[in-house]
C-alpha cells in the first residue's frame, strides 16, 4: 500500500512540471546562419508508420538501447510499456506482455531478424541464448496485442521483433569493456569493412561473465555465467533493384544454476542440487530481396537454426530448418497487399533423465503456412482498414485459421485513433504433448498419514492437449497535443478458451529408480478459460532539448475459470494469473548534461506477484547511467542497476526452481570506436 | 515496509531525477521535421540549376517526395514559395514516369530499400536528392541531414555532385560537411 502511496506522489509531481512553449514562426524564411543556431532534440525517432499503426506498437530504438546501458535484451526490454520484465536468477529472465509471465511465457513469440527463437520442446523463449551485441541492434519492435496474422502461431499476447543493423551501418571497429560486481566482465569487438562494392559486412564477438544471486537466506548460490557468442552478416547490394543478406550467429553457453529436485530416496524430501547448464547453438540464414517496381517487393528467407542443450534435468538437441516467401504489392489505388507463404520442419532429440522421462527421444514436427492481408485505405475519412487471415498447418495441432481486423483513423498528424480484433492461437509444446515430468515428492505419512509410501507429484504430457485460443479486442489512441508532449493509451479486452489445466488422476504405485512411490499424476487438458483486460500508458514528454521524460504505466486483471477444477497440490489458475504483477510504472528521464555528458536516471515499479505457497512483494527500484565521451571515438560509462535495493527477489520460476535475489549491481564500461 | 535508510535513498533517487531536468532547462524547442523542411528549403535556395531546366519563366519547381512520414508531411508548407524564380509545386510521385519531372527529391528513410530504385528513375544529372539517413549518401544521394552536437548540419556527397550539372553555392558548402566516398 505504501509503494501506491509513493506511486501516486510521484506522478502527480511529475504532471505538475509545467510544460515548455511551442514556438511557431515560420522557420523556412530564416536563413541559413539563424538555422543553424537553433537546437535540435531527438523526440520522435519513431518510424512514422508505426505511429499511425492500428496496433498497441512500442519500438525501442538504438538511442534507447544505449542509454539504458543494457548488456542482454531482456535489460532493454525493461521499461518498455507493456512488457513485464523480471529477473529470475544470474541468466533467467521472465518476460511476457499482457499477462502469463514465466522462464518460458508461452504466449510471446520472439524473433530475431524474422527468424524465431521461441522453443516448440517448451513453448517459451530462452533468452539466455540470445547473446548479441547490443550495439549491432538497429530497434526492438514491441507488439502488445497478437500478431498471428503476419507472425503465426504463439504471437498471442504480443510479438517482439528484434531487428539488427545492416552491415553498412556498423562499419569500421567497434571495442567495448566492461567490468563490476555483478557483471564481472564483458568485452565486445566488431569490425565492419567492405569486402566489395557494394558489399558491406561485419564480424563481431562477445563474451560475458556474471557473478551469483544470493537466495532468500541471504547466502552466495552456485549459479554464475560464462557466455560466448560470435556472428557476422554480410550484405550485398545487386543492381539497383535486388540485395543479398548472409547472417550468421554461434553461441556457447557455461551456466550453472540451482535446482529443487525430487527426493529419490529416503527421506523423499525435495532438495536443492547444483548443477551445469551447457549449451550450444547456432544460426544461419539467407534472404534475398527484390523490388519489382516502385510499389512492389519480393523477399525470400531461409534459416537453419540449431541448439543443443543440456542440464540435469534434460538434453536436447534440436535443428530447424525454416523457408519463407513474402510479397508486398498495390493492387489498385488505396490498396497495399501482402501475402506470403512458409514452411518450417524441426527434429528434436532429446534425453530422458530422473526428472523428465521421454518415450521416444526423437521427434520430427512440420508447421507450413500462408497468409493474406489487405490495407485499404480511404483517404477522404483519413481511415485505414486492414483485414487478413493466416491459415497454419502443425502436426501439433490441425489447420487453425488466425483472422484479424484492424481499423485506424488519422484526421491528422497529431492524432491516431485505432481498434482491432484478432484471433490467435497456442499451439501445444512437445513437452505437453509427450514429457513426463517428476515434479516434487513427499515423504511418506506426509500427505496421507496412512499411506507408508513416498509421494511423487508428476505432470504427465497429453497428446490429446489442444491449442490454446485467444480472442482479441483492442482500442487505443495515439497523441501529440504539442510537438514535445506525446500520449499513447491502449485498452484491451482478451478472452481466453482452452487454456492449459491440470486434472488430477487416480494415484497409482511405480516404481521409479528402484524405489516404489505412489504417483500422483497430473494430466494436462484444457479446462481453463476467462478473460483479462487492462490499460498501457505511456507518456513522453521532451522537457527541453537535453531533457526528456518518459512515463509509462500499465495495469491488468485477469480472470481464469477452471470448468473441471481437481484437488491438486498446484492450483493452475492462480500459477498463471498471479505471477503476473497488476501494476508496473516507471518513469526515466534521461539528460544531456553537457555535449559529452549524459544522465539516465530510471525508477521503476512493480506490484505484488504470488505462487501458491508465496509471494514476491511489489517493489520500487531504480537505475543510473552516467555516460561522458572525452573524444568522438570514445565513451566512458558507470552504470547502476537495482540500485535502491542491496538484493530482491523478482520472480519464482516454474517447477524445480531456487528462488533468488537480484543483488545491486554497478559497473563500468569503456567503448572506443575507429 | 521501507526501512528508513531505504525511504531516504528513494527519494534522494527521485529529487535528483526531477533537479536534472532543471539544470537543463532551455529555450524553446522546435520540431526536428519543422527544421529538415526549412533546410531543405534553403538548400534549394542555394543550388543552381541547368539553364535549359525549365523551359519558360512560369514553370514551375516541382519539390517531389516520396514516402509518408513527419518530414513528408512538413515539407507541404513550401507550396507556392519560391525556388530559383519558380513556384514551387510539392508533388508525390505516384508511379515511375513522375519522377522524371522532379527538380528536387526527398525520399523518407522508411523507404531506404527504394533508394536505388528511385535513383534510377530520375534525371540524376539535374536532381537536388536529399534524405535524412546515413545509408541515402553510399545509394547514391546528394545530401544526407544529420545531427550533430544538438544542431542539425548536412552532408554533401562531392563525389555525386560532380557528376550532375547542378552548382551549389560557395556559401553551401561552406557549411556543409563535404563527403567524398561515405562508407
Known amino acids: ?674 | 515496509m521501507l526501512r528508513g535508510g531505504a525511504l531516504r535513498l528513494r527519494l534522494a533517487f527521485f529529487c535528483l531525477l526531477i533537479t536534472a531536468a532543471e539544470v537543463n532547462s532551455a529555450p524553446a524547442v522546435h520540431a526536428l521535421e519543422t527544421l529538415k523542411a526549412a533546410y531543405m528549403y534553403n538548400m534549394a535556395k542555394f543550388t543552381r540549376w541547368p539553364a535549359s531546366t525549365w523551359d519558360s519563366p512560369d514553370g514551375v519547381f516541382q519539390f517531389c517526395v516520396y514516402g509518408s512520414g513527419r518530414v513528408a508531411d512538413e515539407l507541404q508548407t513550401l507550396h507556392n514559395k519560391k525556388i530559383a524564380g519558380h513556384s514551387v509545386v510539392v508533388q508525390k510521385p505516384l508511379n515511375e514516369a513522375d519522377f522524371r519531372q522532379c527538380h528536387a527529391l526527398y525520399i523518407d528513410p522508411s523507404e531506404h530499400r527504394r533508394y536505388r530504385y528511385i535513383l534510377s528513375l530520375i534525371n540524376r544529372s539535374a536532381v537536388l536528392t536529399i534524405s535524412d539517413d546515413t545509408r541515402f549518401l553510399r545509394h547514391g544521394g546528394l545530401i544526407n541531414l544529420v545531427e550533430k552536437d544538438q544542431r542539425l548540419r548536412f552532408e554533401v556527397n562531392m563525389r555525386r555532385l560532380s557528376q550532375t550539372e547542378l552548382k551549389l553555392s560557395s556559401k553551401l558548402l561552406k557549411i556543409a560537411i563535404l563527403v567524398d566516398k561515405p562508407r
Open chain 1, 1 to 674: 500500500m505504501r509503494n501506491i502511496n509513493y506511486l501516486t506522489a510521484l506522478l502527480s509531481l511529475f504532471s505538475c512540471l509545467v510544460l515548455a512553449d511551442n514556438e511557431t514562426s515560420d522557420l523556412a524564411d530564416l536563413d541559413f546562419d539563424e538555422l543553424m543556431q537553433i537546437e535540435i532534440t531527438s523526440v520522435s525517432k519513431k518510424s512514422e508508420k508505426l505511429s499511425e499503426a492500428a496496433a498497441a506498437v512500442y519500438v525501442v530504438t538504438e538511442h534507447e538501447i544505449r542509454r539504458s546501458g543494457a548488456t542482454s535484451i531482456p535489460e532493454a526490454l525493461k521499461l518498455v510499456p507493456g512488457v513485464d520484465v523480471a529477473q529470475i536468477d544470474p541468466n533467467k529472465w521472465a518476460v511476457s506482455i499482457r499477462g502469463f509471465n514465466g522462464r518460458l511465457a508461452n504466449k510471446l513469440l520472439v524473433l530475431v531478424d524474422g527468424r524465431s527463437v521461441y522453443t516448440p520442446t517448451y513453448s517459451g523463449v530462452y533468452w539466455e541464448y540470445l547473446d548479441y551485441l547490443m550495439a549491432d541492434i538497429e530497434r526492438i519492435e514491441v507488439i502488445r496485442g497478437p500478431g498471428a496474422t503476419l507472425w503465426g502461431m504463439n504471437a498471442v499476447n504480443g510479438v517482439i521483433n528484434i531487428i539488427t543493423k545492416e552491415a553498412a551501418d556498423t562499419q569500421g571497429g567497434r571495442l567495448s569493456l566492461a567490468a563490476g560486481n555483478e557483471l564481472r566482465g564483458m568485452a565486445e569487438i566488431r569490425q565492419g569493412f567492405e569486402p566489395a562494392e557494394n558489399a558491406q559486412m561485419r564480424v563481431y564477438a562477445k563474451g560475458r561473465s556474471l557473478d551469483e544471486s544470493l537466495d532468500l537466506s541471504e547466502t552466495d548460490q552456485d549459479n554464475g555465467g560464462d557466455y560466448l557468442q560470435t556472428g557476422m552478416r554480410l550484405d550485398i547490394q545487386h543492381k539497383e533493384d535486388q540485395w543479398l543478406t548472409f547472417q550468421g550467429d554461434l553461441y556457447r553457453d557455461d551456466l550453472r544454476q540451482q535446482h529443487t529436485v525430487p527426493g529419490f530416496e529416503s527421506p523423499y524430501t525435495n532438495r536443492v542440487v547444483n548443477g551445469d547448464i551447457d549449451a550450444l547453438g547456432g544460426n544461419l540464414g539467407i534472404s534475398w530481396g527484390q523490388l519489382r517496381g516502385l510499389d512492389s517487393e519480393l523477399s525470400v528467407k531461409f534459416n537453419y537454426d540449431f541448439y543443443d542443450h543440456q542440464d540435469l534435468k534434460y538434453s536436447e538437441r534440436r535443428d530447424t530448418v525454416n523457408f519463407e516467401l513474402q510479397h508486398q504489392f498495390v493492387p489498385f489505388n488505396d490498396h497495399e497487399l501482402v501475402w506470403g507463404a512458409g514452411y518450417r520442419w524441426s527434429r528434436s532429440d532429446a534425453a530422458s533423465s530422473s526428472i523428465i522421462s521421454i518415450a521416444d527421444p526423437v521427434e520430427h514436427s512440420d508447421i507450413w503456412n500462408a497468409f493474406i492481408q489487405d490495407t485499404i485505405r480511404f483517404p477522404e475519412q483519413k481511415l485505414s482498414l486492414t483485414l487478413g487471415t493466416k491459415l497454419e498447418r502443425s502436426s501439433y495441432s490441425g489447420t487453425e485459421l488466425q483472422p484479424n481486423i484492424r481499423l485506424s483513423w488519422v484526421p491528422d498528424q497529431q492524432l491516431t485513433v485505432w481498434g482491432a480484433v484478432s484471433r490467435a492461437v497456442r499451439t501445444p509444446s512437445r513437452g505437453e504433448s509427450e514429457f513426463i515430468l517428476n515434479v516434487g515428492s513427499a515423504p511418506p505419512f506426509t500427505l496421507d498419514p496412512s499411506d507408508p509410501l513416498p509421494t511423487m507429484l508428476q505432470i504427465v504430457g497429453n497428446k490429446g492437449f489442444q491449442s490454446e485460443w485467444l480472442d482479441a479486442y483492442e482500442l487505443g489512441i495515439r497523441w501529440q497535443p504539442q510537438p514535445v508532449v506525446a500520449v499513447d493509451l491502449a485498452a484491451f479486452y482478451n478472452n481466453y478458451s482452452d487454456l492449459r489445466s491440470y486434472n488430477m488422476g487416480s494415484a497409482s504405485t511405480q516404481v521409479i529408480k528402484g524405489e516404489t512411490f505412489l504417483v500422483i499424476p497430473l494430466e494436462l487438458d484444457n479446462n481453463i478459460h476467462g478473460y483479462s483486460q487492462g490499460l498501457e500508458l505511456l507518456t513522453t514528454w521532451q522537457a527541453a532539448p537535453g531533457s526528456r521524460f518518459r512515463l509509462v504505466y500499465s495495469i491488468i486483471d485477469i480472470n481464469l475459470q477452471d470448468d473441471a477444477p481437481s484437488a491438486s497440490a498446484v492450483n493452475p489458475i492462480s500459477t498463471v494469473a498471479g505471477r503476473t504483477s497488476e501494476q508496473l510504472a516507471s518513469l526515466w528521464g534521461s539528460f544531456d548534461l553537457s555535449s559529452s555528458l549524459e544522465l539516465d536516471l530510471r525508477l521503476y515499479y512493480a506490484g505484488e506477484r504470488s505462487w501458491p505457497d508465496s509471494t514476491v512483494s511489489s517493489y520500487i527500484d531504480g537505475d543510473l547511467r552516467l555516460a561522458w565521451r572525452p573524444l568522438s571515438s570514445l565513451e566512458l560509462s558507470v552504470s547502476g542497476r537495482n540500485l535502491l535495493d542491496s538484493a530482491k527477489q523478482e520472480f519464482i520460476a516454474e517447477p524445480w526452481s531456487v528462488p533468488s535475489m537480484i543483488e545491486r549491481s554497478v559497473f563500468l564500461q569503456g567503448v572506443l570506436t575507429w
